[in-house]
């Protein structure tokens, strides 16, 4: 008979199999390494396929589409619970930070909350500083911090780390259909190149630009983050981590590169903090709360800001 007096195992934070490190691995090769063939064959198609304005708009446009649902949905939103937005809104940037192709919501968030538990200790699932001393040491930990971590690791129970969208079905629902996302971000651009063209060229180009290049560069920009940002930069705030500030990419990041202001504010719906610091994720999540979509920002006061500063 069951002893229901006895006490709960506790839900167990890392699980680690072959069945899913044989997903991670097939993650990493679809949506991290074929992405880097597209982009070199882009490059090297130049001069057979059509190349201007539409090809142009294309990546810069779903770059900030998924760049802003990457860090305004992923990140803002479900990690760290920085406002509240209507189901719809919640549903759109959920799809938009899926179609960047850097893994389904639940999982994302459940990583990203694992990072902040442990940041630079044991369990950070992607530390620059954990791989030993020396220039070997800081080589090898920022190729692991920027994207050789995703081959191989232990997986974060989203039973423990996410249970708060484990029950919102509609957000369990688009994590379900992320294959389906990353195939409509590449799937957009390609019907745009081809219908501005009228030509399959245009199609390929549009596929090229739009969405194996721009998924290439946003990949590598939010990379930087935990692996550049957490080694060298400025750290105006204390936090227990070696989080940095990087203001001179804070446009080509949508904010996240006011990491140590992150890290020190978590909570927090600006990365930015002041308003000279510019954060265009901010600026979204403000038009959003100006048009009634984003609600109860949880901006820190000046106090607690300047409670935390550095003096030096
Ligand atoms: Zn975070
Ligand atoms: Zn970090």
Not at 209 to 236: C, D, F, Q, Y
């Amino acid at each position: 008979m069951v002893d229901t007096t006895a006490p709960r195992e506790p839900a167990r934070r890392t699980i680690s199999n072959p069945y899913l490190h044989r997903l991670q691995r097939r993650h990493f090769l679809l949506f991290d390494v074929a992405p880097i063939v597209g982009a070199v064959a882009a490059l090297a198609l130049l001069p057979v396929l059509p190349f201007g304005v539409t090809e142009i708009a294309l990546l810069v446009g779903m770059w900030i589409v998924t760049g802003l649902g990457i860090t305004v949905g992923y990140h803002r939103l479900f990690t760290h619970r920085t406002f509240t937005a209507s189901p719809a809104t919640r549903t759109a940037l959920a799809v938009a930070g899926s179609m960047a192709g850097q893994g389904g919501v639940v999982s994302w968030v459940a990583i990203h909350r694992r990072h902040h538990e442990c940041s630079d200790r044991e369990g950070d699932p992607h530390s620059p500083n954990l791989s030993g001393d020396g220039w070997r040491g800081v080589l090898r930990g920022l190729l692991h911090s920027h994207f050789l971590w995703m081959r191989r690791h232990e997986y974060p129970n989203v039973a423990h780390y996410a249970p708060d969208l484990l029950r919102d079905r509609r957000i369990v629902a688009v994590g379900r259909r992320y294959d389906t996302w990353v195939l409509l971000g590449l799937a957009l651009p390609t019907l745009i190149g081809g219908l501005v063209h009228l030509s399959w060229a245009g199609a390929l180009s549009g596929l090229l630009w739009g969405g194996l290049v721009r998924i290439v560069v946003l990949e590598h920009i939010i990379w930087a983050i935990n692996s550049l940002l957490h080694r060298w930069g400025t750290k105006p705030y204390a936090s227990r981590e070696n989080s940095r500030n990087g203001g001179v990419f804070a446009l080509l990041t949508f904010g996240e590169s006011w990491h140590n202001n992150h890290h020190a504010f978590p909570e927090s719906p600006t990365f930015g903090l002041q308003w000279y610091r510019p954060d265009p994720g901010f600026w979204l999540i403000r038009a959003l709360q100006a048009v009634g979509l984003a609600r109860d920002l949880r901006t820190p006061t000046a106090e607690r800001i300047a409670a935390k500063k550095v003096t030096a």
